[in-house]
Each structure stands twice: as structure tokens, then as C-alpha cells.
């Protein structure tokens, strides 16, 4: 059965995009710890993280890199935080967390947005992403 993410990737469920690659796509998430807070996944599904081939692995990082460099230059923050889990959904996934304090990557915490927020948010983080390209 496809994961969310794959619905996602596939069109089958609307999301905040804010960059796409052949093999990788980015966008916010839905429920986040702190305004910002974005999904790095990799098109290809593949439960956990290790199980990716290096040259995919290697990819990811470096898509989410691209990403979380933009992502600090639209969202004020002391710094871009990086999560791993991958319990709730049996897709590969980086966290990008805008970061004020410990308590925005403790997973418990969340705000909340408007879909015109998230909208706006995640335009202006592709711009940025897609002129770092060019």
C-alpha cells in the first residue's frame, strides 16, 4: 500500500510544496513543530533510512541541505534542525526544523497556521530555493 508521501508525490493529496527534484521533493509539514517546519523525501519509497543505496542516501542529504539553506533565509531562526524518525509514516523522511529553542524539535510542541500562511510560506521558500539553483 503507497504511503501518504507517495500520494503526495504522486498528486493523489495536495500539499505545501517548496522544492522538487527528479528524485526528491520537499514541503511543509501539515502539523508543525514550528512555523517552517519541512519534509525532505525521497520519490522512490523506502521504509527507513539505512535501507537507501549511498548514491540515494548521499542525494537526500544534499537535496535537504538546498532546502534547509533556503528555509533559514525565509524563517527567522538561531538555526535549521534535523530529524530523523520515520515511526509514523513507513516512508523515508528528513525533518527541517526552523529552531528557537529545544522545545521546537521535541515533537510535542505545534502551531498552527492558516492555509493561506502555509501558501505563502511555502512560495516564498521555493523562490529562494529555485534562485540558489540558477
Do not use: Q, W
Given at each position: 500500500?503507497?504511503?501518504?508521501?507517495?500520494?503526495?508525490?504522486?498528486?493523489?493529496?495536495?500539499?505545501?510544496?517548496?522544492?522538487?527534484?527528479?528524485?526528491?521533493?520537499?514541503?511543509?509539514?501539515?502539523?508543525?513543530?514550528?512555523?517552517?517546519?519541512?519534509?525532505?523525501?525521497?520519490?522512490?519509497?523506502?521504509?527507513?533510512?539505512?535501507?537507501?543505496?549511498?548514491?540515494?542516501?548521499?542525494?537526500?542529504?544534499?537535496?535537504?541541505?538546498?532546502?534547509?539553506?533556503?528555509?533559514?533565509?525565509?524563517?527567522?531562526?538561531e538555526?535549521?534542525?534535523?530529524?530523523?524518525?520515520?515511526?509514523?509514516?513507513?516512508h523515508?523522511?528528513?525533518?527541517?526544523?526552523?529552531?528557537?529553542?529545544?522545545?521546537?524539535?521535541?515533537?510535542?510542541?505545534?502551531?498552527?497556521?492558516?492555509?493561506?500562511?502555509?501558501?505563502?510560506?511555502?512560495?516564498?521558500?521555493?523562490?529562494?530555493?529555485?534562485?540558489?539553483?540558477?
Amino acid at each position: 500500500m503507497a504511503s501518504i508521501f507517495t500520494k503526495i508525490i504522486n498528486g493523489e493529496i495536495p500539499c505545501y510544496k517548496v522544492a522538487e527534484s527528479a528524485d526528491f521533493i520537499a514541503f511543509l509539514d501539515i502539523n508543525p513543530n514550528a512555523k517552517g517546519h519541512t519534509l525532505v523525501v525521497p520519490k522512490k519509497e523506502e521504509n527507513k533510512l539505512f535501507e537507501l543505496d549511498e548514491t540515494s542516501y548521499l542525494g537526500l542529504m544534499t537535496f535537504a541541505r538546498k532546502v534547509a539553506i533556503a528555509l533559514e533565509k525565509v524563517v527567522p531562526c538561531e538555526r535549521v534542525g534535523v530529524s530523523v524518525i520515520g515511526l509514523e509514516v513507513p516512508h523515508v523522511h528528513v525533518h527541517l526544523i526552523p529552531l528557537h529553542s529545544m522545545k521546537d524539535i521535541d515533537f510535542k510542541h505545534k502551531v498552527s497556521l492558516t492555509s493561506e500562511e502555509f501558501s505563502e510560506l511555502a512560495n516564498t521558500i521555493s523562490e529562494v530555493f529555485l534562485a540558489s539553483e540558477s
